[in-house]
C-alpha cells in the first residue's frame, strides 16, 4: 500500500494529525482504529498471514 493510500485510510478513520505522522505510526495508529492490536513491526516472524500490513511489516 502506497503512502497516500495509507493516509487516505487515516483519513477515512478520523485519525488526527496523520500528515505529521511517520507512516509506522499512521499504521499503527490505523490498527488501533480498527479495533486491532498496533502490532506493526513489534512481531518478528508473525503468523497472522491475511493482515494488509504483512508485506510492509515483515521486511
Known sequence: MKRED???KAKTLGIKNYKKLK???IIS???VAE???D???KIENC???DCCW???CQQ
Open 6 to 8: 495509507i493516509n487516505e
Open 23 to 25: 507512516i509506522n505510526d
Open 29 to 31: 495508529a490505523i490498527q
Open 35 to 37: 479495533g486491532n492490536s
Open 39 to 41: 502490532c506493526f513491526q
Open 47 to 49: 503468523q497472522v498471514i
Open 54 to 56: 504483512r508485506e510492509r
